[in-house]
């Protein structure tokens, strides 16, 4: 029987998006391993907040690997956490993962790709470069959707930067430039292109913008492509500074 406090944090989990959610996830995830050691951590490597002595809680581990991570723009704050707590590394080494873990995993992964500033990256994890193959294996086996295109078209752009936190990794000899061949191929196959039209008309925000740097430097942009006008907040900033005469 799942633990009343189990049930409740997965309730509010599950109803809270933003910067709210961050606490009910990190309290799940001391939950699914309160053992758990994140080399991040100073010390034994413990949570200070965790309970050592309570068992794990295999409710808290079944959620945090399928639905930890939503669409908000936050999961870069226990990204890194939630990878180490609820095993990521073992469920998507698993030949019979499910695709919700498969998926799980690539918003994960994307999080700490681009959270420099706000969590920990994918950078201090030993496991980072078993992660991202296997990753790359089990998504491969599935239809194309754009949240797995933009997972696995963040994880390119990554792996392709010269100069990025990925030129860092403790990459088998030629792991890095194998798994970037991976992942291009796939962005790549019939299906999946598609899916990059729908990240550069996003009506919201700043992904459809932001889209364009990475898809130059993979390759992907359609030829003839437009750049889309700037839209909203940023609008808005560059017309004042025209205003201004800057």
């Given at each position: ?13 599950d ?24 080399p ?22 079944h ?176 017309a ?7």
């Amino acid at each position: 029987m799942t633990a009343p406090r189990t049930q409740a944090l997965i309730r509010l989990a599950d109803r809270t998006t933003g910067i709210d959610r961050i606490a009910y996830v990190e309290a799940l995830n001391r939950l699914a391993d309160p053992r758990a050691r994140y080399p991040w951590f100073p010390g034994n490597g413990r949570d200070p907040r965790a309970s050592p002595d309570r068992p794990a809680d295999p409710v808290a581990l079944h959620w945090l690997r399928r639905r930890a991570a939503d669409l908000g723009d936050f999961t870069g704050y226990f990204a890194a956490g939630t990878v180490v707590a609820a095993s990521v590394d073992r469920a998507i080494a698993d030949p019979h993962a499910d695709s919700e873990v498969v998926d799980q995993t690539g918003r994960l992964l994307r999080a700490m790709t681009a959270c420099h500033g706000m969590g920990v990256t994918l950078a201090a994890l030993d496991t980072a470069p078993e992660l991202l193959a296997h990753y790359t294996a089990q998504v491969s086996r599935l239809t194309p959707t754009t949240d797995r295109y933009r997972s696995v078209f963040e994880l390119a752009a990554y792996l392709a930067d010269p100069d990025g936190e990925a030129a860092g990794l403790d990459w088998p000899p030629d792991g890095r430039a194998a798994a970037l061949d991976r992942l291009n191929a796939l962005l790549r196959r019939p299906g999946w292109p598609e899916h990059l039209d729908a990240l550069l008309a996003w009506p919201t925000g700043n992904i459809a913008r932001w889209a364009e740097l990475p898809a130059g430097r993979l390759g992907l942009l359609p030829p003839g492509f437009v750049r889309r006008p700037p839209v909203g907040r940023r609008a808005r900033w560059l017309a004042a500074r025209e205003g201004d005469g800057r």
